[in-house]
């Protein structure tokens, strides 16, 4: 079991670290075309945003691997969740359903790390 839960803390990492550098790095001009929310924030609020996604990423992995503080991942994918939750009611303010999915889906699967390693 031990190895689902990294295997998947690996796959989320991943996916939250990329898409935190894009979102901390990418100018909002450049970040519109492929993510139209991008619109109903500011450049500073994205950044963060992008910030909360990178370092949430880093606490799924190095908390628990190193050893040093490891009840910080779990709390890292809550924190997750509650991005993914926000990031869900906004996509249907916008009415964006099949980003809404993929928020559910990140939510769903940053919970249950969250469960499981607590």
Known sequence: MNVFWWVLQAVLAAVFGLAGVMHSTLPKERL?????????????QIRLIGVAELLGALGLILPAATGI????????????????????????????????????VLLALTALIAWGRF
């Open 69 to 104: 503080a490891p009840i910080l991942t779990p709390v890292a994918a809550a924190g997750l969740a509650i991005t993914m939750l926000g990031a869900a009611a906004t996509h249907v303010r916008r009415k964006e359903p099949a980003a809404v999915a993929v928020n559910v």
């Open 32 to 44: 519109r075309p492929m993510l139209p929310w991008v619109e109903d924030f500011t450049p500073a």
